[in-house]
Nanobody, 118 residues
Framework: QVQLVESGGGLVQPGGSLRLSCAAS???????????MTWHRQAPGKQRELVAS???????NYGDSMKGRFTISRDNAKKSVYLQMNTLKPEDAAIYYC?????????WGRGTQVTVSS
């Protein structure tokens, strides 16, 4: 059974950068490469929203407010997906969750906290 563990969150000043990572375990690299991986986030009192996604063919998609600032990438050999976040704003503060989907398999990580504050 696939498991996802996020890391890289923390406190950053407005305008700063963070790189989040999400490592998968419980599956081989070949199967991992078939997964569509996404990052979502949820701020207090708000609904969870899509941040970015990357398909097995590395086609990417971003939420409107993230375009031009965030970059999603994946390393199938390391069974990992990354989210490079630049020019962070206070409104980017949230818990960031990693999700992996393949067919009926839909797995979430526990999340990593991102705080943007001076």
């Amino acid at each position: 059974q696939v498991q996802l563990v996020e890391s890289g969150g923390g406190l950053v000043q407005p305008g700063g950068s963070l790189r989040l990572s999400c490592a998968a375990s419980g599956i081989g690299t070949a199967i991992y490469g078939l997964y569509t991986m996404t990052w979502h986030r949820q701020a207090p009192g708000k609904q969870r929203e899509l941040v970015a996604s990357i398909t097995s063919g590395s086609v990417t998609n971003y939420g409107d407010s993230m375009k031009g600032r965030f970059t999603i990438s994946r390393d199938n050999a390391k069974k990992s997906v990354y989210l490079q976040m630049n020019t962070l704003k206070p409104e980017d503060a949230a818990i960031y969750y990693c999700n992996g989907r393949l067919g009926s398999s839909d797995t979430w990580g526990r999340g990593t906290q991102v705080t943007v504050s001076s």
